[in-house]
């Protein structure tokens, strides 16, 4: 599923007029996609993850480490978490995903910025857990806008590598009504 909801969010992109490279690897970390359009003040820099769930049975970020250090919890567990602990566990996650030194250096070499932090999720468990990361500077977009925008049309391209994609899940959508 994540694939294709990276494929989408990037036809949305490219029908805005951003050129972008999707799936970057640098070592052990990925980016899920970069986009970069000009305009006249200078070039417009996003850098966009993904995280496309469609039954979440978790949160978004995982548990900070010092927490899993001290009580033993696993990253990834779905216990309820205080909101001390949510943040600090988004701060960790930003760092990782936005500021790690090796994604700095690749954005940087591919233009100066500055560079957007948005996520596009799916569904959510924590609904609040956006609240936070938005709170962390991070702009958050839902999945289900961007295929009513990409259905909707009237972007600044018609369609771009995508768009069969898209057409596809728009049948499928009239097929269900």
Known sequence: MALLAEELVEEWLNRQGYFTIRGIKIGVH???LLAIRPMEQGLEC???EVQASVR????ITRVPKAVQKETGRAASSSKARADDELRQG???WVKKKYDHPDKQRMRKRLAPGPWSRELVVGQVKYPHELELIEQAGVTVRRLAD???QLKAGGLLVEGAAGAH???LVAF???IRK
């Open 30 to 32: 990925e980016i899920d």
């Open 46 to 48: 996003r850098q966009v």
């Open 56 to 59: 979440p049975v978790s949160y």
């Open 90 to 92: 988004i701060r960790e």
């Open 146 to 148: 961007i295929l009513s």
């Open 165 to 167: 994609f898209v057409d």
């Open 172 to 174: 499928t959508d009239a």
